[in-house]
């Protein structure tokens, strides 16, 4: 794990690692689907680095399920503590444990771009078959942009998805410099627009993050 991962990468913690964890965090460690979390194999994902982090170590995330009262669980580990890596899972991928009358929204997205991950509800309900899907959960992805001239014209496409889904389509349109979140780059080119990096968060202008796609 000698370079940096990718905000919301997935990654697997080992067994001594994760001991560590529950020995930092005994409130943590009293809670049986926390302190068995990995031994499930179940991931954790990357995150934003706080100002209350450890330099040198790498910020992770786990969120429980509504059933666990939903909390977004912040903490860290030593990057020798990682065994493995991952990106979020496609869309694809996840589909299955989607609800039935999400399937044309997702149809929709797949054939507008094929590439596109999942990182929220659906995808821990994916990956650790909790259930973390409810009625009122959204839609939480990431667009990798591959091509200029797909930048110019995917933001308008999604929208138009969008307004006609079910459910609530969040999540980032991914690119080098970072990510931005979809709805800031249906705008005007001049825009101002927050880059989400793996370090912190930039701005720039819309125009700038789409024509620099493919950098």
Known sequence: MAEALARHSMVKASTTGWAGVMDR??????????????HAGRPLIVRRPACSDTAGRVPLGLPLPPSHGKRRIALSLAAADIV??????????AAAAAPAHWSATIDLLLALLPETRTFGSLAWEHLTGLPYLSESSDLDLLWPLSAVTQAKILPSDIAAIARQAPMRLDGEITAPAGGVQWRELTGDDADEVLVKGPAGVTSTTRAAFLGGAAS
């Not at 965090?25 to 990995?38: D, G, H, N, Q, T």
């Not at 493995?84 to 991928?93: F, G, R």
């Open 25 to 38: 965090y005994p409130e943590l460690a009293s809670e049986p689907i926390v302190a068995s979390w990995i």
């Open 84 to 93: 493995a890596s991952a990106p979020p899972p496609l869309l694809a991928d």
